[in-house]
């Protein structure tokens, strides 16, 4: 297999004479492509079965102990002018950046395989979806691209009609840390990526693509590229709303994307259409529509157990690629809070004893694909994607913020999710409850500057009437005692529920300054066992607090400086100035 598309052939040449693999290997994505790799990668000891019978075709991966996350210190947006990548990346000149990493892929492929990667971000007959090329000498990047892209033979016959696509060049070189870097050129529409094995460094579809290439194409091509879920939740009379969400790690997007209604809820339903990032698109009526660019997850392991998220624990019992994963006796995968077996050989495949460390690495993934999950959507394939009823940011704030509201209109949607922010965690840091900003969870992947961001997000009310309604959720309050108000996982179902009641015009809602809260009659409560005013205290607003976070968050935009568009500020002012009077 080769192509007939003369720049994607002159690109791989240049690059075959630039690493000096032995041989290259064009990807045509088959199961027997597949086979043969996971074939070889057993004999080298870079995947290792797991227990046939229990976890049918499971393998694990064990990567270097100094590659196992993403780096951002050594991820740069490389533009000509610096103030276009803006304060929120690393920034490098291209031609600088081009010479540096080129010369760690000099000879990098030598006694390997130099593998092509023709793939497409989202269905693959869709207006919206985006095509792109990975060349790899990692056969684990290959397998993993597979379950997580539309790869092979169907995405390079797009390409080659299309003559358009993003170039990424990777090499795990010799996984120097002192040689790592993640560089994006997104004037030029490519990535460079080496010295890193791991998922967000090395299956550049990923964040690289998906986010910070793909939200620079969107603010030129008029669309958005967010780190949000998309979700279906189907009431007892068989209508769906779906919302696109955007949380901070550690806020509960994955358990939302694969909520399971609970017991109380009779008759409704969740679809699943995406867990990590979503592609936004107006159509021709002005509806904002939602396509997820990726096939697969690529998850978070530990905490993952039939109680917080039995979907995905459910999906991953097979065809699965574990990694930095723990095995038990029985040679089955094992992770922190699985609830199932013990271990007994680490991440790094040491003897486990207990005390000297996690037996599964905290950031331990899987890789699976979308359509093994039990409230996977077939919509997931729907070429225009589907309608979004409402846009949610979320959060974690122990006394701020409540359970749920709604911001006044799209602008104030905006400061809404510019101002998103979590606080740190005893788990995290030795420091608790220090606010991190993460403004539409998109901090480490926003491939330009923020306030050019922003504006784009602005300029969408100027372009439609029909937006989706804008919300903050936050299932994270607590009381003095520092318990949680309220229960979470599947009961933010009765969140969804008003939510989507507000969006039908069905309930009424306060109108405080920080925007339109519940009722509390409005929120159902039923059978849960909620403490004595919690309720009262989950859909309060401090205005003494308020007035200090909407402060803080002025002193954030302020630091955007010129390009901060005025009408944000002038949002931020106009919140402030009513909570003080």
Not at 97 to 116: N, Q
Request: hydrophobic content about 40%; aromatic content about 10%; glycine content about 8%.
């Amino acid at each position: 297999m080769t192509t007939t598309l003369a720049s994607l052939k002159e690109w791989v040449d240049s690059v075959a004479k630039l690493t000096e693999p032995d041989k290259v290997h064009w990807c045509d994505g088959s199961t027997a492509e597949n086979e043969r790799l996971v074939s070889k990668m057993l004999a080298s000891g870079e995947l290792l079965k797991l227990n046939h019978e229990t976890y049918p075709d499971c393998y694990l991966h064990r990567s270097d102990p100094n590659d196992v996350a993403r780096v951002e210190h050594l991820t740069f947006v490389c533009t000509a002018n610096p103030d276009d990548a803006g304060p929120n990346n690393h920034w490098m000149e291209p031609a600088a950046a081009h010479e540096k990493i080129d010369a760690l892929f000099a000879g990098a492929m030598k006694g390997r395989t130099l593998y092509v990667i023709p793939y497409c971000m989202g269905p693959i007959d869709s207006p919206f979806a985006r095509l792109g090329v990975e060349i790899t000498d990692s056969p684990y990047v290959v397998v993993n691209m597979r379950l997580m892209t539309r790869m092979g033979k169907d995405a390079l016959a797009r390409i080659e009609r299309e003559g358009t696509f993003v170039k990424g060049l990777h090499s795990t070189g010799d996984l120097d840390p002192d040689k790592r870097f993640i560089m994006h050129f997104p004037e030029e529409l490519s990535i460079k990526s080496i010295g890193s094995g791991y998922g967000g460094n090395a299956l550049l579809g990923k964040k690289c693509h998906a986010l910070r290439i793909a939200s620079w194409q969107a603010r030129q091509e008029g669309w958005l590229a967010e780190h949000m879920l998309i979700v279906g939740v189907e009431n007892p009379q068989g209508e769906t709303h779906y919302l696109a969400c955007a949380f901070p790690s550690a806020c509960g997007k994955t358990n939302l994307a694969m909520l399971i209604p609970p017991a109380s809820q009779p008759g409704w339903k969740i679809w699943t259409l995406g867990d990590d990032i979503a592609w936004l698109h107006l159509d021709d009526d002005g509806q904002l529509r939602a396509i997820n660019p990726e096939a697969g997850y690529f998850g978070v392991v530990p905490g993952t157990n039939a109680k917080t998220n039995k979907n995905a624990f459910d999906m991953i019992h097979h065809d699965t690629i574990y990694t930095n994963v723990g095995t038990t006796a029985e040679n089955e995968p094992w992770w922190e809070d699985k609830k199932v077996g013990e271990p007994a050989t680490d991440w790094k495949g040491n003897p486990y004893k207990a005390g000297n460390g996690a037996a599964a690495h905290p950031n331990s993934r899987f890789t699976v694909s979308a359509k093994q999950n039990p409230s996977y959507s077939t919509l997931a394939e729907a070429p225009d994607g589907v309608p979004l009823s409402a846009i949610v940011f979320g959060g974690r704030r122990r006394e701020l913020a409540p359970l749920v509201y709604e911001a006044r209109d799209w602008r104030h949607g905006v400061l809404m999710g510019a101002g998103v922010a979590s606080e740190t965690t005893a788990a995290a840091t030795g420091e608790v409850g220090v606010v991190r900003r993460d403004p539409m969870a998109m901090k480490p992947f926003c491939g330009y500057n923020f306030a050019d961001y922003w504006s784009h997000w602005l300029s969408f009310a100027d372009r439609s009437k029909k937006l989706p309604r804008v919300f903050h959720v936050n299932w994270f309050r607590q009381d003095q005692d520092g318990r949680f108000l309220w229960p979470g996982f599947g009961e933010n179902l009765r969140v969804l529920r008003w939510i989507i009641d507000r969006c039908d015009g069905r309930v009424g809602a306060r109108e405080t300054p920080i925007g339109f809260l519940p009722n509390a009659s409005d929120i159902d409560t039923r059978d849960l066992e909620l403490s004595e005013n919690a309720l009262e205290s989950l859909l309060s607003v401090d205005i003494a607090q308020w007035q200090k976070e909407m402060a803080a968050v002025g002193e954030y935009l302020e630091g955007y400086g010129d390009r901060l568009p005025a009408e944000l500020k002038d949002e931020q002012r106009r919140v402030l100035e009513a909570l003080q009077s």
